[in-house]
């Protein structure tokens, strides 16, 4: 059993940056690929970003190519998110997964990881 915990979300104006963090509670936290969701009002949950078990490999959606990065560390089991030149479209609730299937098994679908945080809330202003 994993638990996560998300926080860093806010209210943030266009072009500005936030960063999220997630607490794993698992002595096995290595083993998981981890990732970010995030689901829009009325939108189902979008995959965000995801990195391996080290961190030495990631993958993002094209929305947010270029302005997110994703990154772990291990030692302190936590997972984050630094959002950069965030926009009213990335207004979501951001939640925290975790997966044990294999790096390059997957399409980083949400069916794919078995735990998931509370969500935290992200609101870009215009």
């Known amino acids: 059993q994993v638990q996560l915990v998300e926080s860093g979300g806010g209210l943030v104006q266009a072009g500005g940056s936030l960063r999220l963090s997630c607490a794993a509670s698992?002595?096995?936290?290595?083993?998981?690929?981890m990732a970010w969701f995030r689901q829009a009002p009325g939108r189902g949950r979008e995959f965000v970003a995801a990195?391996?078990?080290?961190?030495?490999?990631?993958r993002y959606a094209d929305s947010v190519k270029g302005r997110f990065t994703i990154s772990r560390d291990n030692d302190k089991n936590t997972v984050s998110l630094q959002m950069n030149m965030l926009s009213p479209e990335d207004t979501a609730v951001y939640y925290c997964?975790?997966?044990?299937?294999?790096w390059g098994t997957g399409t980083f679908g949400a069916g794919e990881f078995a735990y998931w945080g509370q969500g935290t809330q992200v609101t870009v202003s215009s």
């Open positions: 997964a975790a997966s044990s299937i294999g």
């Open positions: 990195t391996n078990w080290n961190g030495g490999l990631t």
């Open positions: 698992t002595h096995s936290f290595k083993t998981y690929q």
